[in-house]
């Protein structure tokens, strides 16, 4: 099933690899599911130029395989549009079309909190936590997403 794009409330089934993205200006944090559902953290993506951010995305998308791109989507906590989910939706159109695979958005609030809050129990050091936070919140959107698909939208 591997590069087959359904979605949510979709026809087709899920596809079985999903990349996970918790956007940043300066970082880009990483996940990608199993075909057994489970969720791991990759390394986060430092940014550079747009370009070069892409064709980094488009060659993870290709090694894992992965059939759709799950991204957080910051809205403000009273579920109004931040000038930062505009941004973050302007990246996933050229994100999709870089990448040839769907984009769907999942709700961010809070992820990073949560991400920083699991790492503090295993992770005593705040620059050891920083490393992985990014990564760390992208394996929450994607885990949300697979918990709860119907709650997602495609966005490109």
Do not use: N
């Not at 699991?118 to 997403?145: F, N």
């Amino acid at each position: 099933m591997t590069g087959r794009c359904g979605g949510p409330g979709g026809g087709e089934p899920a596809p079985d690899v999903l990349l996970g993205l918790d956007y940043g200006r300066k970082r880009i944090g990483v996940a990608v599911s199993t075909p057994l559902r489970t969720v791991h953290p990759r390394p986060r993506l430092e940014r550079t130029t747009i370009e070069e951010d892409l064709a980094a995305l488009r060659a993870l998308v290709g090694e894992t395989e992965a059939g759709a791109i799950v991204i957080g989507l910051p809205h403000h906590m009273d579920g109004k549009t931040s000038d930062m989910e505009r941004e973050v939706r302007a990246f996933a159109l050229e994100l999709a079309a870089a990448c040839g695979v769907p984009v769907y958005g999942g709700d961010e609030r809070l992820t990073t909190e949560a991400a920083d809050s699991a790492l503090r129990v295993t992770i005593r050091h705040w620059r050891d936590r920083k490393a992985r936070r990014d990564s760390a919140a992208a394996c929450i959107v994607l885990q949300d997403y697979l918990d709860a698909p119907g709650r997602a939208e495609r966005i490109a």
